[in-house]
């Protein structure tokens, strides 16, 4: 587990103030950004063992939707995650960014069906693709504590994304990572929205409301 600084925020806090949560979001971005390569640069088969973890604790229903996502730069490879899925009967999905920057899109994707270019670097279906909408999201980070806080990359999407979904649906958001990603807190705002558990490569950890 990765430590804060002896000033970091209590476990229960919310940075309430934008200003410094922006800053502490900031710098912890930026450790964990380092912290996160030199766990890729070391995790050969973690894609695997992420996916046996995943299947050991979660088995949701034939016809479930559930959202994935294609991996970049060093993040945690879920595709074997998302294939599992898929030959249990899932129905799969993949985000795209709108260009209005609110809430993502979820179209609908089989593996080996080919992508198209996204923001950011990113992979996404094409427009032809259907919409849907997932129950259950398999959610990339940077970092993650045990209250379900999790740090993201700063653009806000997931946090709108579940706030939109869990309005009108229940819906599990379980967090994907290397181990080595788990930090004491998290710093968050009032409104972060919060992950139901997270799945890495050495087991589950549900998160307790």
């Not at 939707?65 to 249990?88: H, K, N």
């Not at 806080?149 to 649906?169: F, K, P």
Request: charged fraction near 25%; hydrophobic fraction near 45%.
């Amino acid at each position: 587990m990765t430590d804060l600084s002896p000033d970091a925020p209590a476990l229960d806090t919310p940075i309430l103030d934008p200003e410094a949560l922006s800053r502490a979001k900031a710098d912890l971005r930026e450790r964990m950004a380092r912290q996160r390569q030199v766990l890729a640069a070391d995790a050969a088969d973690a894609a695997h063992r992420l996916a046996m973890n995943l299947s050991a604790a979660i088995a949701p229903s034939s016809g479930t939707i559930v959202s994935g996502y294609w991996p970049m730069r060093d993040e945690i490879d879920p595709r074997p995650c998302l294939t599992a899925l898929w030959s249990a009967g899932c129905r799969i999905a993949l985000p795209v960014v709108p260009d209005d920057k609110q809430a993502l899109i979820f179209r609908e994707w089989e593996p080996d069906e080919d992508l198209v270019p996204g923001p950011y670097g990113t992979s996404e279906p094409g427009p032809e693709a259907e919409v849907v909408f997932p129950t259950l999201l398999l959610v990339p980070l940077l970092a993650f504590d045990r209250r379900g806080r999790r740090l993201g990359y700063g653009g806000g999407y997931y946090d709108r994304t579940l706030v939109a979904l869990r309005e009108w649906q229940t819906v599990q958001a379980i967090g994907v990572a290397y181990a080595g990603q788990e930090v004491e807190a998290v710093p968050a705002g009032a409104h972060d929205a919060l992950l139901n558990g997270v799945v890495t490569e050495n087991g589950f950890i549900e998160i307790s409301e």
